[in-house]
T-cell receptor, first 114, second 110 residues
């Protein structure tokens, strides 16, 4: 079974631009969560989607948004990029999304904002 | 904020057991203890989880104290490839949200 895939793996943008990152969960998984990892703040939860609905949201500004499609694939978007948005963005999928299934993480997208 | 406390770093000799401690004194009755690890710049990898009984799988063993206020992850025969940051996480009931602390950087030495 293929693991969680994320595209692109690396991305360079400039301040003020917007970016869209994609995540394909493991086949059959319906829950997708997104995390941001920076050296200063560590791994922080962004949001979680289950059956195309956002179920949980972390403490990030409205510039960070996401969505999930009917095939469970998910995208996250960051608008008006800031230098501080440079980070590794990770997505994770789980089967039932019932909080006791393990989450499987993808390799991440490394975003650099210049 | 993370509900767990871990030592920032530990060393272990290759072939020996690595015992990684975690304190979670405010854990609630329906919260599980999860362990993940992250090898440099890769996505975190699930290791094991438990509620109150000790658990074992092909990767590790998890020992949870009777009062559930602390736990220990045991890698029975550490290899160089086990060098990683290990995160102990208390999983909030009804939520997929994982709250990561700073973890323990385990270095396995030859």
């Amino acid at each position: 079974k293929a693991g969680v895939t994320q595209t692109p793996r690396y991305l360079i943008k400039t301040r003020g631009q917007q970016v869209t990152l994609s995540c394909s969960p493991i086949s059959g998984h319906r829950s997708v969560s997104w995390y941001q990892q920076t050296p200063g703040q560590g791994l922080q939860f962004l949001f979680e989607y289950f059956s195309e609905t956002q179920r949980n949201k972390g403490n990030f500004p409205g510039r960070f948004s996401g969505r999930q499609f009917s095939n469970s694939r998910s995208e996250m978007n960051v608008s008006t990029l800031e230098l501080g948005d440079s980070a590794l963005y990770l997505c994770a999928s789980s089967f039932e999304g019932n909080s006791y299934n393990e989450q499987f993480f993808g390799p991440g997208t490394r975003l650099t904002v210049l | 904020d993370a509900k767990t406390t871990q030592p920032p770093s530990m060393d272990c000799a290759e072939g020996r057991a690595a015992n990684l401690p975690c304190n979670h004194s405010t854990i609630s009755g329906n919260e599980y203890v999860y362990w993940y690890r992250q090898i440099h710049s890769q996505g975190p990898q699930y290791i094991i989880h438990g509620l109150k009984n000790n658990e074992t799988n092909e990767m590790a063993s998890l020992i949870i104290t009777e009062d559930r206020k602390s736990s220990t992850l045991i890698l029975p025969h550490a290899t160089l490839r086990d060098t990683a940051v290990y995160y102990c996480i208390v999983r909030q009931g009804g939520s997929e949200k994982l709250v990561f602390g700073k973890g323990t950087k385990l270095t396995v030495n030859p």
